[in-house]
């Protein structure tokens, strides 16, 4: 279980949505260390429930290249787990 502070913090913001809003089998709640924002490369790592099927990671996909932000994020699939990280900044 979350606890309000971390729910509210950055590095919570996406796990707590995906959380929220679709059955997740696995996941690493934290995307950075706040106390050490540089120490590694920030990335979410989940797994959708198999009640989806292999489709939700398409759509996910998907969403993920039409964020509109001052970032730009990649996906990658490696045994069974998804990967979601900041890979460049968008020319503004």
Request: charge should be positive; aromatic fraction near 20%.
């Given at each position: ?13 996406i ?28 990335m ?16 996910f ?32």
């Amino acid at each position: 279980m979350m606890l309000e502070n971390e729910i509210h913090s950055k590095e919570f913001q996406i796990s707590y949505y995906l959380h929220n809003n679709f059955r997740i089998e696995q996941m690493r709640f934290g995307m950075y260390n706040p106390d050490n924002a540089y120490y590694q490369i920030p990335m979410l790592i989940f797994r959708f429930s198999k009640l989806y099927g292999p489709g939700i990671y398409d759509e996910f996909q998907k969403c993920i290249e039409k964020y509109n932000g001052n970032l730009e994020w990649a996906v990658f699939s490696r045994l069974k787990n998804n990967f979601t990280f900041p890979s460049g900044c968008k020319n503004g």
